[in-house]
């Protein structure tokens, strides 16, 4: 089934232009392997690039340029990409999508997951980048996370289960942009565990009583 | 840096690809123009495309040498552009070029023009290299990846002719509009950023990017 909730065209096109930083071009990414439709939208894009690319000028390049790099063409390439690793495949019970599993240190139950609140795990994904913080959410089938608003952007996707909240229902390869205007309550779906893949800008604000309880845990 | 003297080409439909009724048969013209056209390497998208195969299939040297001629001041300018000092940018752009010899095969016509493809090689290494952080990119191998529902036989065709549609509505973007758009794709910089240097709110360059891709829309006959 494909994604029916999609990144801003925006935000693919920065992923294009590759001026999106890296924790949410991973995001976008994951998506994209997920979505025929945005990585159409992308491939436009590209080809925008592509265009001004072709277009807006040349700068002199050195007099032995060619050579240098003509007398290096037959030198030993580099090794062909390995397969894809199946190390704690056999433990994994999730399809990740390999631009996200190239962060992840190994299969989903292994990676060490905090508490946050009842029925919710987070663990973070570490990149060189600055920027925002991305990770992963785990949310027991049926759970409330607590209400909270958001102090900067946040983006959620969805990688297994699905979860429901006012703006709708989240599915695999869905993602939901929150900006700093929405307060949210998103509940988990009955029978699977949700799985979601988590950029945020800013420090979420818990509005609930429970959730200002829970304060402390939810600073990622 | 993009006055008003910088205006794009017009646009000029590859006749090559145009004309094609099957794919054996375009691919022997192709190639056939490919040769003709000589040293003078021209910016014709189908010539360059053609090269681009040509080092894919055959290895093919000095087909490599009329795409190094053509790109790498193209790349060396952009990684300029992109606060690259000259030496660096030389550097980067003749480790480009050694990247696009040895990724040629994964080089696909029925996806991107070279430009484009060449283009997304250039920004790689540029994040790579200039910007030190990993560039996560989806990958068609992957057990994981949902593929297209069906591929058009005739995609090649609908590369270029989509590659000239792109041509066509950028150069008949109102110049505020191609400005923000120049300014995404060429310099490094966050929409945030972009609207502090042009003094605007971010409102207002978001609008604008919007207002951009709906008329590449339009153009690409996406939306009535």
């Known amino acids: 089934m494909n994604a029916s909730h ?43 690039g592509g265009e001004l690319f072709e277009n807006s000028g040349t700068a002199d390049i050195d ?31 999730v399809s990740v999508p390999r631009p996200l599993k190239d962060y992840l240190p190994g299969s989903i139950p292994s990676l060490s997951w905090r508490w946050l609140g009842p029925g919710v795990h987070y663990t973070a994904i570490k990149t060189e980048a600055r920027g925002p913080k991305v990770g992963l959410l785990r949310i027991a089938p049926g759970t409330k996370v607590p209400m909270h608003g958001h102090s900067g952007n946040e983006m959620t996707m969805v990688l297994a289960g699905g979860y429901t909240d006012a703006t709708g229902n989240y599915q695999r390869g869905d993602v939901e942009a929150a900006d700093d205007g929405l307060v949210h309550q998103p509940v988990a779906d009955a029978g699977e565990e949700c799985l979601c893949l988590v950029v945020t800008e800013g420090e979420l604000q818990p509005t609930g009583m429970i959730a200002k309880v829970l304060q402390p845990f939810f600073r990622f | 840096m993009f006055g008003v003297h910088e205006r794009f080409d017009v646009p000029r439909p590859p006749a090559v690809l145009m004309k094609g009724s099957t794919a054996g048969s375009r691919r022997g ?40 001629a053509h790109y790498a001041p193209r790349i060396k300018s952009y990684l300029m552009r992109q606060g690259a000092n000259q030496a660096s940018a030389e550097e980067l752009s003749q480790e480009a070029m050694v990247s696009v010899w040895r990724k040629a095969d994964r080089f696909d016509p029925t996806k991107a023009s070279a430009g484009t493809w060449i283009f997304t090689v250039a920004r790689n290494l540029r994040i790579d290299a200039l910007r030190k952080e990993r560039r996560p990119n989806f990958d068609p191998e992957d057990p994981a990846f949902v593929p297209e529902a069906e591929t058009s036989p005739d995609r090649a065709v609908e590369v270029g002719e989509t590659q000239v549609k792109i041509k066509a509505a950028i150069a008949e973007l109102p110049e505020e509009q191609a400005e923000v758009i120049r300014l995404s ?15 605007l709110p971010l409102g207002t360059v978001k609008s604008r990017l919007r207002l951009a891709m709906r008329r590449l829309r339009l153009a690409l006959g996406e939306e009535q």
């Open chain 1, 6 to 48: 999609h990144p801003s065209d925006d935000l693919l096109w920065s992923y294009a232009a590759g001026s999106l930083d890296e924790p949410s071009s991973i995001l976008i990414a994951t998506h994209l392997s997920l979505c025929p439709a945005c990585r159409a939208v992308v491939a436009k894009a590209e080809g925008m």
């Open chain 2, 29 to 68: 013209r192709r190639a056939v123009i490919a040769k003709k056209s000589g040293a003078a390497a021209t910016s014709d998208t189908v010539v360059m495309t053609e090269l681009l195969v040509l080092i894919a299939q055959h290895r093919d040297k000095d087909a490599f040498s009329r795409l190094f």
């Open chain 2, 185 to 199: 794709f060429y310099q490094d910089k966050p929409h945030g950023e972009i609207a502090e240097e042009l003094d």
């Open chain 1, 63 to 93: 007099a032995g340029s060619l050579d240098a790099v003509l007398a290096r063409l037959d030198e030993t390439e580099e090794a062909p990409r390995i397969a894809l690793e199946t190390v704690g495949e056999e433990a994994e019970s």
